[in-house]
């Protein structure tokens, strides 16, 4: 049985009734707004603080870089000399024989041992044989950690006899991956610290192996193909 509010409810309440109720309603959708309103200015606030806080990042970015442009490619040059990114025999025993020549010294018996990784390295041993005077060997030896690519003498035998003095060396010499992943363009650039720099001074310091550039022939007709 349905219920007649207009009986129930006295004229003067039936009139206040729908304006009442249409300020409820529209109480209701204005805190709704309101609400929604406070959480828009919000976020847009912290998108305007993060955006602030990039611009900040780039430009700190950009005065670093500024000032260290003139000397980031060289600083590149040799640390990717000094450690490269693959193995480096070859182009260590290159050192190791010119460094003999300079020094007067017989190089033979060379050896190359396998890659072996270490904690974020790698590393070879090369092995071989000196001949010379002991002031030779000895002077040889301590100008080892002179060269590029970095490496440590691992092991020097010794053996003097009447035709001079003979020593079996084990060079260790290493190499690392270079970084995969290019950091955030909105990641702050960090300054060298003091020992970043001392190393840095260390290795510009290294005798760096010496490459050269062939130049590319001109394309012409040749009588013999082979030459």
Do not use: C
């Amino acid at each position: 049985m349905a219920i007649d509010t207009k009986k129930i409810l006295p004229p003067a309440i039936q009139v206040f009734l729908v304006p009442v109720i249409l300020l409820v309603v529209l109480g209701i959708l204005s805190g709704l707004a309101v609400r929604i309103g406070f959480s828009r200015i919000g976020a847009q606030r912290d998108e305007i603080a993060a955006a602030r806080q990039d611009e900040n990042t780039l430009s700190q970015k950009e005065n670093v870089l500024s000032s260290v442009q003139g000397t980031v490619p060289t600083y590149v040059n040799t640390v990717a000399a000094s450690l490269p990114e693959k193995n480096p025999a070859l182009s260590m025993i290159s050192q190791l024989r010119a460094l003999a020549v300079t020094s007067g010294l017989l190089l033979d018996n060379i050896k190359v041992g396998s890659a072996v990784p270490t904690e974020g390295l790698f590393y070879v041993d090369i092995t071989f044989a000196l001949e010379g005077t002991p002031p030779q060997v000895v002077s040889y030896l301590n100008s080892i950690k002179n060269l590029a690519p970095i490496s440590t003498v691992e092991k020097a035998k010794v053996n003097q006899s009447a035709l001079g003095t003979r020593a079996d060396v084990t060079v260790r010499v290493y190499y690392s991956a270079f970084p995969q992943k290019l950091p955030s363009l909105t990641e702050p650039v960090k300054e060298l610290t003091e020992d970043e720099r001392t190393a840095l001074t260390r290795l510009s310091a290294l005798s760096l192996p010496a490459f050269t550039d062939l130049q590319a022939q001109p394309a012409g007709l040749r009588e013999n193909p082979f030459d």
